[in-house]
């Protein structure tokens, strides 16, 4: 069935194109303003029919694509206002959307805050995830700390901030090297008894620490970055994930932007933009990057699909336990990529877009030097 949004969705993709072409010797990508982006109001109460077919990640059951919600209070500039942004939430939810994400670190502290006066009307009909796992100096973080005392303040924190008495799935967001990975999911099973937590997830593990991790408290979800530009799970996560029966959560599964096709040649971030600091966004690196864009528009023509929703379609595509948390501040960018859930594959053309996508080289690492450390970490053995 097609999604009633399809042709909204598409009629906006021609409007990005056009603006694109007008933009692509230099952009300066920052979202847009409240004041261009009209809320598409007519529309708002349409839940998007395959938001209805339900996956799991753990006990918790959630709609096939989630909305994750830091860009509401960091990383990406401007900042869309907190207005914008509850609004966004509140139409995603309206739309079928249940599973929400955010984290303390983003921010910090301030993204939570901004979530759980959204989420307040609905608060119990949702999946809500939140992450801990830094050290604070007032606003800055420090680094990694997932000592068990430093996991119980930041759970009350993020109760606090979110406006709620229990988190459903609570994230470690990076592992603490300095931190056997039994006192942090001891430190979980014991919320989680409390009723606190509902279930336990790991962001960007090392693998043999998720196992240790899973053996103590089962991990319903895996977040690791995963989309068309990095397919790293692949190398790993995703078989030891299928192995142990955890769900992956796909986090950046629109490569923070760059596959929806907004993107050029010379696109410039605003400063202070995390994407400016990223080797694959790099001014270098965009114009062999972006022949991935280009096959995901040529797939878009023949499946009546953007290429935001071809990227979130094929990250469907691999397997009922995974569940893409695209990102957006945007109304309209959330309608289309809510229609990536009507888009399908079939075996073969699976086979076929892989082959094709394989044959793209990927240029620069998918992160800082600085954060490429902190994945993949392995906790210290307990003793
Ligand atoms: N576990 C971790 O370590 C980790 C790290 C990073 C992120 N995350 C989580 O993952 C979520 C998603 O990741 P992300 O936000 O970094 O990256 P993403 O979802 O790949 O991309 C978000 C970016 O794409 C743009 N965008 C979204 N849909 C679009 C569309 N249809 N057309 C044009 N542009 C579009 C957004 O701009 P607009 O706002 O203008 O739509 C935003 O700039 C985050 O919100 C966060 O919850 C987790």
């Known amino acids: ?25 230099t952009s300066v990508l920052g979202g847009t303003s409240a004041a261009q982006v009209p809320a598409p109001t007519d529309a708002a109460a349409t839940p998007a029919p395959g938001l209805n077919r339900k996956r799991r990640l753990g006990p918790l059951e959630v709609s096939p ?16 206002g907190k207005a914008r942004m509850i609004s966004v939430i509140r139409q995603a939810h309206e739309r079928g959307v249940t599973l929400f994400d955010t984290a303390e670190l983003y921010g910090p502290f301030t993204n939570e805050e901004l979530v759980g006066e959204a989420i307040q009307p609905f608060r119990k009909n949702i999946v809500l995830a939140s992450k801990f796992g830094f050290a604070y100096d007032g606003n800055q973080s420090i680094g990694a700390d997932s000592r068990p005392a430093t996991i119980r303040r930041a759970v009350d924190g993020s109760l606090r901030r979110l406006r709620t008495d229990y988190i459903d799935l609570l994230y470690q967001h990076r592992v603490d090297p300095k931190v056997p990975i039994e006192d942090v999911a001891g430190t979980v099973r014991d919320l989680i008894g409390e009723g606190k937590v509902r279930a336990f997830g790991m962001s960007e ?39 142990l029966g955890i769900g992956l959560v796909p986090w950046a599964p629109l490569a923070r932007g760059f596959t ?50 071809v990227s979130l379609a094929w990250l469907l595509a691999q397997g009922t336990d995974i569940v893409p948390i695209p990102g957006s501040t945007d109304p309209w960018h959330l309608i289309e990529n809510l229609g990536g859930v009507e888009v399908s594959f079939t075996a073969e053309e699976l086979v076929r ?31």
């Open 65 to 80: 694509m989630g909305l994750g919600c830091m860009s509401g209070s960091a990383f990406f500039y401007p900042l869309p």
């Open 353 to 383: 877009f892989r082959g094709e996508l394989e044959a793209i080289p990927i240029v620069g690492p998918r992160g800082s030097p600085q954060s490429m450390a902190q994945n993949g970490v392995e906790a210290p053995p307990k003793r």
């Open 260 to 309: 929806t096709g907004h993107f050029g040649i010379g696109t410039r971030f605003l400063p202070g933009d995390y994407r400016g600091g990223l080797p694959r966004m790099f001014p270098d690196s965009m114009p062999a990057n972006l022949h991935v864009v280009a096959l995901l528009e040529r797939w878009g023509v023949a499946k009546q699909a953007t290429p935001a929703q």
């Open 205 to 243: 593990p090392g693998l043999e620490t998720l196992r240790r991790a899973h053996a103590v408290q089962p991990v319903a979800a895996v977040q690791n970055e995963y989309s068309v530009l990095e397919r790293g799970p692949e190398r790993g996560a995703l078989a030891v994930c299928r192995e």
């Open 1 to 25: 069935m097609k999604h009633p949004d399809a042709d909204k969705a598409l009629s906006s993709r021609r409007l990005f194109l056009g603006t694109g072409a007008a933009l692509a010797a």
